[in-house]
């Protein structure tokens, strides 16, 4: 739906590869309800957990086992002790989710890993908060700004490579030199305050980010979910292998469909070529077949498989990779030439890293969905007619 001033969408998004978005919070084996025989995670609702607690004069013992670091029961083990089934809980199980025998830790089956669950309404079900997907159209609408201004793109590349002393970065140059590109490409708006003096062109107010709203996408079908292991695909000595981590997150799984909405202000986002949401879509598409380019060039020929998908044009949720949160490889006139100061950035923030000499960083993160390895965090937007 469009008029002259906003140009408005619902828009589908359909899960193509495994996604978490997750709350950030760690769950531990004392904080979930794991039935082996089902090979089901259960997470409670607190308020009706502590109520089931307090009812069965169990607070002493609950409280005891909670803060005794040395006792690895976990807390279906400690339930059971306590002379209960998981079926006497049940009212205060609020979601569920698949998770298979590789949650167990191998030293001992009594002790679940930690893990990550996604964000849950509090009728426990799974949405995408509008946040997470505007910060990724945030980042394809910047990276098609740069690249359609190769002049400008050109100057800010020889100012970035400026901010390398020697063989060290100094973040706080690279956060200035963040907000001087987005000064540069997205702060189009000539502003005054109610003074009549003009808002400096570095403050957030003269975004054209701004003239875009988005809402949570809710789900519009079956939101199915499993708890998957981190895997990442690692080049070393330019030779990719793989390497399955201690990580388990909640994720939604391909085929699940949510809806929200999008509207954009056509007189801020006219300032930056920008017409219509059919229009950002497309510019979302061209980003995600950018990024996936620079992991084809480093992994297809060991890992063809992670690159036989259906068509994406967002990443969602955590484990998706540098390469979405860095302007780095826009700004570059090919990726050759931005690897080596990419290597020199990672290492100022994480420490030193053998990094290969085929891309950086060096690390396509994957999972196992139960059928294939496959990457995560892919999904495509629609608008629905």
């Known amino acids: 739906m469009s008029d002259k001033k906003y140009d408005f969408a619902n828009?589908?998004?359909?899960?193509?590869?495994?996604?978490c978005v997750s709350t950030g919070l760690?769950?531990?084996?004392?904080?979930?309800?794991?039935?082996?025989?089902?090979?089901?995670?259960?997470?409670?609702?607190?308020?009706?957990?502590?109520?089931?607690?307090?009812?069965?004069?169990?607070?002493?013992?609950?409280?005891?086992?909670?803060a005794n670091l040395s006792d690895n029961r976990n807390l279906s083990t400690w339930l059971q002790d306590e002379g209960y089934k998981l079926s006497d809980v049940k009212e205060t199980i609020i979601a569920s989710t698949?998770?298979?025998?590789?949650?167990l830790k191998s030293s001992s089956k009594e002790t679940l890993n930690d893990v990550y669950r996604c964000m849950r309404l509090p009728d426990g079900r799974v949405y995408i908060p509008g946040s997470s997907i505007k910060g990724f159209l945030h980042s394809a609408i910047l990276h098609?700004?740069?690249?359609?201004?190769?002049?400008?793109?050109?100057?800010?590349?020889?100012?970035l490579k400026g901010c390398i002393g020697g063989k060290f970065v100094n973040i706080k140059d690279i956060n200035k030199f963040q907000r001087e590109i987005e000064t540069k490409f997205l702060h189009k708006l000539l502003l005054k305050d109610n003074k009549g003096k003009d808002i400096y062109s570095q403050d957030s107010l003269c975004s054209v980010m701004r003239g875009l709203q988005v809402s949570d996408a809710l789900p519009i079908n079956d939101i199915q979910t499993e708890m998957l292991q981190k895997i990442d695909f690692v080049l070393k000595k330019a030779k990719a292998y793989d390497n399955a981590l201690p990580l388990f997150k909640e994720c939604v799984l391909k085929?699940?469909?949510?809806?929200?909405?999008?509207?954009?202000?056509?007189?801020?986002?006219?300032?930056?070529?920008?017409?219509?949401?059919?229009?950002?879509?497309?510019?979302?598409?061209?980003?995600?077949?950018f990024v996936q380019n620079i992991f084809k060039c480093a992994f297809a020929k060991e890992f063809p498989d992670l690159f036989e998908l259906e068509d994406a044009n967002i990443y969602i949720g955590g484990?998706?990779?540098?390469?979405?949160?860095?302007?780095?490889?826009?700004?570059?006139?090919?990726?050759?030439?931005?690897?080596?100061?990419?290597?020199i950035l990672l290492d100022s923030i994480f420490g030193k890293?053998?990094?290969?000499?085929?891309?950086?960083?060096?690390?396509?993160k994957c999972t196992y969905d139960g059928y294939s390895d496959t990457q995560m965090g892919l999904a495509y937007m629609s608008v629905v007619k």
């Open 144 to 159: 098609h700004c740069i690249k359609k201004d190769s002049e400008s793109a050109m100057f800010y590349w020889n100012k």
């Open 353 to 364: 890293h053998k990094f290969d000499e085929k891309i950086s960083p060096r690390t396509l």
């Open 11 to 19: 828009i589908k998004l359909g899960i193509v590869t495994p996604c």
């Open 98 to 103: 698949h998770a298979e025998p590789t949650v």
């Open 255 to 289: 085929g699940c469909e949510f809806q929200f909405s999008a509207k954009i202000d056509k007189s801020m986002f006219s300032l930056i070529g920008i017409s219509d949401i059919s229009q950002l879509l497309t510019i979302c598409h061209e980003y995600v077949n």
């Open 26 to 66: 760690k769950l531990t084996a004392k904080d979930y309800l794991y039935d082996a025989t089902s090979s089901t995670m259960h997470f409670v609702n607190h308020l009706k957990w502590h109520k089931f607690i307090i009812e069965k004069n169990l607070f002493k013992s609950y409280a005891t086992y909670i």
């Open 319 to 343: 484990n998706t990779g540098f390469l979405t949160k860095t302007n780095v490889l826009s700004l570059a006139p090919n990726k050759d030439v931005a690897k080596d100061f990419i290597k």
